[in-house]
């Protein structure tokens, strides 16, 4: 034990305080007795200040008349009595504290003593305790040990059906069966390892199952995709034992084993629904890569044949799966499959037909399709499409052959001859019978050689729409048409070819044609348009085999009749220009001698030139239509009057004779005998002679100075020359005054002055009449 120092601490300390208190109370008291006294009167603001703070500084000094001195004493003396006080407070007390402090170190020195003891006490036990401890846990752990003994060997009990059941699963494996190895999973799952459900092996071998299972699901989708390959390669050979309804050997084309299979898998998989998904995508990207195989524009009907086959194999298997297995293979994706390809099929075909040229390929193309078209059919597709786009074909295959037809008219129309045809015997005239419907009974009772209206020309056109029908016809067989739709069709078609051809007639006519070759034409038009009666009958002979009444085809007869109406007008507008520029050519080799003393007494060679032309040309419109033939007749005889006046009243000349007017009368005169033969067969007698009354009145009002009359019944209904302008009128008298008085020399008789005023009267009322026009 160490010597305890505590009491002379103690001593020292104390010794040392008082000796400290002693010298501060000396000090505190001299320092107290030379401080000064504080005034009076500046005792109530220090105390003031005590008791307020500092917030009464500024008063205090006004109190003390800003003595800030007095003020610091006053202060100094207030803190020192405190500090004396706090002094003599902490001297009272210091010797209570030294003692306690005492009491204190000597609890110190009995707690450590104790202390030491308790922990040697402690250690003892600590280690008496652990030996007790580790005899506890040997014995629990043996019989925990045997415990867990008996109960793995229980459990080994039960577990041992599971693990044998688990080797035979391996070996399912190992054979490939993977269908009864999911039966054993099964088995395993339901029957066996729901009562060891508590172990860790159970989890185990659940993993190992699910693994199987990922794998048996792989295996059956690879299989599968064999299966998909498979069928793919044999779709085009399926395809053709199809069409060719070859069953026996369809029968054989493809083991479906591998497909039950798979599903029969995925039925034990419990994903039957993701198998038919995955199914019906695959088959579907299947059917738009057939789809997109025929991308190339090709002319052989061999690799449309091949590609057809392709995809009638895959609806064939479609077919064939749905039947065995209709929840594989529902009728909603078989006809949603069909809906697509026949959409593409018509899709290629309809941008690819376009490039067959030939009518033979056309047909052969078309026989593909409705192969094609029957096959799916037999199998149960909607083939409506296909039969439409078929009938479109027919559309195209009719533009085809108009083409073809087209180029055939125009190389007979140029190498026409535009002679009628004419035949030297029966035999001959037998033969352009049978070829074109000639119905005119007058022509049998001619002697031989006899003629026929029409050129080679007509018989070849209505040989070649004959033909042309036949062709279009081939094409319509078998698409399910009606035989009024087909006959519908066969009149459409003839009627846009005739109009074709019509429109090729036109631009012949215009093309340099002479007159003899416009009449020809036009004659030639009108025997073809009297044709069309006659394809009627034979558009319903070659569709339904017997000949129908012609009126029940009036439909065609209208619209085919019209086709070359427009043709015929524009021939005969040519034919009326071609006889115009003849008859000008005539009236520009008039040489008028307008200062002709007297005539001749007869018509001027020109005028019989032309007369005996138009007689001519007129003679030969014998073939022409009649209404044709009297129309241009008129208008010919109308344009040489209104020729003829316009020369009588034109500027060119200023005067003119008495005997020029009387030899222009000769030539009307000429004009009218024309006239009055009626040279076309059924012209009124007095047609073609009103042409010239207008000429005719002017020149006798003229010639005999008739003007009394012409003023006096110019307000009446009824006039003597009510055909006649005053305006013409003006000119002739005029250009005869011009002559009368150029033959006077300006010298004039008393007659003669009598006769200028008359003139001049008459031109004044003239002038007045037409101002009031």
Not at 215 to 238: D, G
Not at 411 to 416: G, Q, T
Not at 735 to 748: N, T
């Amino acid at each position: 034990m160490a010597p305890d120092n505590s009491s002379h601490l103690d001593t020292t300390s104390s010794s040392t305080t008082t000796k400290e208190t002693t010298g501060n109370s000396d000090t505190t008291s001299t320092s107290d007795e030379t401080l000064p006294e504080i005034s009076p009167e500046i005792t109530p603001e220090i105390f003031g200040l005590e008791a307020t703070g500092t917030g009464i500084i500024g008063l205090a000094l006004r109190a003390m008349n800003g003595d800030v001195g007095k003020f610091s004493r006053g202060i100094e003396h207030r803190i020192y009595k405190y500090d004396k006080q706090f002094e003599k407070m902490c001297s009272r007390h210091y010797q209570g504290c030294i003692d306690s402090m005492k009491h204190l170190k000597q609890l110190k020195r009995k707690y450590t003593v104790i202390k030491g003891i308790a922990t040697e006490i402690d250690e003892d036990i600590q280690m008496e305790s652990k030996k007790i401890a580790d005899k506890t846990t040997e014995i629990i752990q043996c019989r925990k040990q045997m415990r867990n003994a008996m109960v793995a060997i229980d459990h080994i009990s039960a577990c041992l059906p599971v693990l044998e059941n688990y080797a035979k699963l391996h070996e399912l494996m190992a054979q490939s069966k993977y269908y009864e190895a999911l039966q054993m999973i099964d088995e395993l799952e339901h029957a066996h390892l729901k009562f060891i459900e508590q172990y860790k092996l159970v989890k185990d071998l659940a993993k190992n199952m699910d693994s199987m299972r990922k794998e048996i699901e792989k295996k059956a989708y690879s299989e599968f995709n064999y299966f998909l390959e498979a069928i793919k390669t044999a779709a085009c050979r399926i395809g053709r034992q199809a069409r060719d309804n070859d069953e026996q050997q369809l029968a054989h084309g493809i083991d479906f084993a591998p497909i039950h299979h798979c599903s029969q898998i995925f039925n034990a998989l419990r994903k039957k629904e993701e198998f038919e998904e995955y199914y019906r995508g695959q088959r579907e990207q299947q059917c738009q890569m057939v789809c997109k195989s025929m991308t190339k524009v090709t002319t052989q009907v061999n690799e449309y044949t091949g590609w057809l086959n392709q995809m009638i194999g895959f609806f064939v298997i479609e077919d064939h799966i749905h039947q065995t297995m209709p929840s594989l293979v529902t009728a909603q994706h078989r006809e949603h499959l069909w809906t697509k390809a026949s959409a593409a099929v018509c899709d290629v075909l309809n941008s690819h037909f376009g490039v067959f040229s030939d009518v033979e390929m056309m047909i052969s193309m078309k026989k593909v399709v409705l192969l094609f078209a029957l096959t799916m059919e037999r199998y149960g597709y909607d083939i409506t499409r296909l039969y439409l786009l078929l009938k479109q074909f027919t559309d195209q295959c009719a533009e085809l052959l108009m083409s073809a037809y087209e180029v055939q008219f125009v190389r007979d129309l140029e190498s026409d001859n535009y002679t009628p045809i004419s035949v030297g015997n029966e035999e001959e005239f037998r033969a352009i019978v049978r070829q074109f419907p000639f119905y005119e009974r007058s022509i049998e009772k001619e002697e031989y050689p006899r003629k026929f209206p029409f050129s080679r020309f007509v018989i070849a056109v209505y040989t070649q729409v004959k033909n042309y029908l036949v062709n279009c016809l081939k094409f319509m067989e078998n698409l399910q048409m009606s035989h009024s739709d087909m006959e519908d069709a066969m009149r459409k078609f003839a009627n846009v070819l005739l109009v074709r051809w019509s429109e090729h007639l036109k631009q012949n006519i215009h093309s340099n044609r002479s007159l003899i070759q416009l009449v020809q034409i036009t004659v030639n038009m009108d025997y073809l348009e009297t044709s069309c009666e006659s394809l009627a009958p034979f558009i319903t002979t070659i569709v339904n085999g017997e000949e129908t009444p012609a009126h029940s085809m009036g439909q065609l007869v209208a619209l085919s009749a019209m086709a070359f109406r427009d043709a015929s007008t524009e021939a005969e507008q040519k034919i009326e220009e071609s006889l115009r520029k003849k008859v000008d050519l005539f009236l520009d080799n008039m040489a008028y001698d307008w200062e002709l003393s007297s005539s001749d007494g007869l018509a001027s060679d020109y005028i019989m030139d032309l007369m005996s032309f138009l007689n001519a040309t007129f003679l030969s419109f014998t073939n022409l239509p009649n209404a044709l033939a009297k129309h241009v007749c008129i208008q010919m005889c109308k344009y040489v009057a209104d020729s003829l006046l316009s020369i009588l009243i034109s500027p060119s000349f200023r005067l003119v004779s008495w005997g020029a007017l009387d030899q222009f009368s000769l030539d009307v005169m000429q004009c009218e005998m024309f006239t009055a033969q009626c040279p076309v067969p059924g012209l009124d007698n007095q047609t073609l002679p009103v042409t010239f009354a207008t000429l005719r009145q002017l020149l006798d009002l003229v010639v005999h100075d008739d003007w009394p009359t012409f003023c006096a019944e110019h307000r009446k209904e009824r006039k003597t020359y009510d055909r006649v302008k005053i305006n013409d009128v003006v000119v002739v008298l005029v250009k005869k005054m011009e002559w009368e008085k150029k033959a006077s020399g300006g010298v004039f008789s008393i007659r003669g002055n009598d006769r200028k005023k008359l003139h001049e009267s008459v031109l004044r009322q003239l002038r007045v009449l037409a101002a009031e026009k």
